[in-house]
C-alpha cells in the first residue's frame, strides 16, 4: 500500500507478485495475471510472439491476439485457441464491448472461484516454508523464477534478508 502523506511504500503490493515480478496493485491486476498464468500453461504464445496474447486488466479483462504479419491465419487461430483454455478454465469469453472489429476477448473470471492452472512436477500447491497454498500465479514463480518454492510473502522476507545481509557485508 502507499503512505500518501510519507510518500513510501508500505509492505507491497496488496495482491502480490506476477510470475514476472510486477507488483500486482488491485484485483483486476491479480485477476488479468491468474489468466496469463492459465494461457501460459496452456502452452499459448504470449506477446511479442507472433500470435502471441496479451491480457489488460480492464473491466472486462481485454485478452488481445498480436497480428502475424507472416501467417494472417495465425491470429484467428490463436485467439480461438485462447478462448477455448480459458472457458474450459471455467472463464466466460465474450467480444469485448468496445472492440467494433471483434479482435479483443472479454473475459470474466468464474464467481466465486479462484481459476488455477496446474502446477508442474511435485512442488507447486504448498510453500515450502510456510506451508500454506499457492495461487498458481505464486506456484508459477516458484517454478520458472527461482523462488524456491515459496509463496510472495516468503520471497519477499527471503529477498528482504538477503538485502540486510548484503548491506551488512
Given at each position: 500500500?502507499?503512505?500518501?502523506?510519507?510518500?513510501?511504500?508500505e509492505e507491497g503490493p496488496e495482491f502480490g507478485y506476477a510470475v514476472d515480478a510486477r507488483p500486482l496493485w488491485s484485483a483486476l491486476d491479480w485477476q488479468a495475471e491468474q489468466v496469463?498464468?492459465?494461457?501460459?500453461?496452456?502452452?499459448?504464445?504470449?506477446?511479442p510472439a507472433h500470435a502471441g496474447?496479451?491480457?489488460?486488466?480492464?473491466?472486462?479483462?481485454?485478452?488481445?491476439i498480436c497480428d502475424d504479419f507472416t501467417d494472417p491465419a495465425r491470429q484467428?487461430?490463436?485467439?480461438?485457441?485462447?478462448a477455448q483454455v480459458l472457458t474450459e478454465a471455467g472463464y466466460s469469453i465474450e467480444p469485448h464491448p468496445y472492440d467494433e472489429d471483434e479482435e479483443l476477448l472479454a473475459v470474466r473470471p468464474p464467481a466465486g472461484q479462484t481459476p488455477t492452472a496446474p502446477a508442474r512436477g511435485e512442488r507447486g500447491r504448498h510453500c515450502l516454508e510456510c506451508?500454506?497454498?499457492?495461487?498458481?500465479?505464486?506456484?508459477a514463480a516458484?517454478?520458472?523464477?527461482?523462488?524456491?518454492?515459496?509463496c510472495a510473502d516468503c520471497q519477499a522476507e527471503?529477498?528482504?534478508?538477503?538485502a540486510d545481509a548484503a548491506d551488512q557485508d
Open positions: 500500500m502507499f503512505d500518501q502523506q510519507s510518500g513510501e511504500q496469463r498464468v492459465v494461457l501460459r500453461a496452456a502452452g499459448c504464445a504470449e506477446y496474447f496479451s491480457v489488460e486488466s480492464h473491466d472486462p479483462l481485454t485478452v488481445g484467428p487461430a490463436a485467439r480461438a485457441r485462447a506451508g500454506e497454498p499457492m495461487t498458481a500465479v505464486e506456484a516458484s517454478q520458472t523464477h527461482t523462488w524456491h518454492g515459496r527471503h529477498l528482504a534478508q538477503a
